[in-house]
């Protein structure tokens, strides 16, 4: 594979259950993102890890959780869904967090959550 | 708070040129970033401005005013391809992308 791939492209989930979205990358990025986007507002930031090891909360984190255990993959979880987190969700990598490192974003996953 | 603004949809003639404007009020600046974004795909880099001034990059290019908190992206010589959401985006004083809503560019024949 070549650049970053999410998992799985569209999922339908009950409220309340827990899910899983996988993320992972083969550019030795050491930063990476979850994104959720909704229509008619720009991407937020939901989790974010300069490096393996080491996360940080963005702008939207309650409901979320994720892990960096090593630089490839980013899981992002949600414990107990409900509707309110139904939305498409991007996870992206820069090389770093800084200056100009532009972040490349993988395709997306959809979830609706009922 | 922080806040990007930008046109929420715009149409242009293909073969045109078109400019989409974004302002920003963000705590602290470090760069400015110009997405594309077809529908049902994933952002993709398009340009970054740091410096005040316009950095040209074939057809696409974007221009920076830190002082007025402004940008804008200029398309040129408009293809059908190049109907799509078009993202600004701010790094903030924590390295940390803020984004505007997009613009949703509507080209016609």
């Known amino acids: 594979i070549a650049g970053i791939t999410q998992a799985p492209t569209s999922q339908i989930l009950a409220a309340g259950r827990r899910m899983t979205l996988r993320c992972t990358q083969d550019?030795?990025?050491?930063?990476m993102y979850w994104y959720r986007q909704d229509l008619g507002l720009g991407l937020r930031l939901i989790h974010y890890?300069?490096?393996?090891?080491?996360?940080g909360k963005g702008e939207v984190p309650d409901g979320y959780s994720v892990s960096r255990a090593n630089t490839d993959d980013f899981p992002l979880t949600l414990a107990s869904a409900v509707p309110s987190q139904t939305s498409v969700y991007f996870c992206a990598s820069s090389d770093s967090s800084g200056g100009n490192n532009e972040q490349f974003f993988g395709p997306g996953t959809r979830l609706t959550v009922l | 708070g922080q806040n990007i603004d930008q046109p929420t949809e715009m149409t242009a003639t293909e073969g045109a040129i078109v400019q989409i404007n974004c302002t920003y009020q963000?705590?602290?600046?470090?760069?400015l970033f110009w997405y594309q974004q077809h529908a049902g795909e994933a952002p993709t880099f398009l340009s970054y401005?740091?410096l005040d001034g316009l950095e040209e990059k074939g057809r696409f290019s974007s221009f920076l005013s830190r002082s007025k908190g402004y940008s804008y992206l200029l398309l040129k010589e408009l293809q059908m391809k190049d109907s799509a959401s078009y993202l600004c985006a701010v790094k903030d004083s924590n390295y940390q992308l803020i984004w505007g809503a997009g613009t949703k560019l509507i080209i016609k024949p």
């Open positions: 550019m030795r990025h050491n930063a």
């Open positions: 401005n740091v």
């Open positions: 890890s300069n490096t393996a090891g080491t996360t």
């Open positions: 963000t705590s602290g600046f470090n760069g």
